[in-house]
């Protein structure tokens, strides 16, 4: 089976999941990072990224993958800018 054919993990999904939320106060997302996933926000953010360029990831959630695609570019381009 090769990658394509397998399915997001639970994590994977988890980490998605948080992505579609607005967080009320700033810490409340790492917090929530911490307790439902059990990561750093720095490990989390390793994963997000690497979902970003997972086919899957853009299968599953297309709208939220192209909005955080869209953030990380501008990021990108305000860096080398």
């Known amino acids: 089976m090769s990658e394509g054919d397998r399915a ?4 994977d999904l988890a980490v998605l999941a948080l992505e579609t ?35 899957r990831a853009l299968a599953h959630d297309p709208v939220t993958v192209h909005r955080l695609r869209r953030v990380r570019q501008a990021r990108r381009d305000a860096r080398e800018g």
């Open 21 to 55: 939320r607005a967080w009320p106060a700033p810490g409340a997302k790492e917090r929530a990072i911490r307790e439902r996933l059990g990561l750093s926000p720095t490990r989390y953010y390793q994963l997000l990224n690497a979902l970003l360029d997972d086919p």
């Open 8 to 11: 997001l993990s639970e994590r």
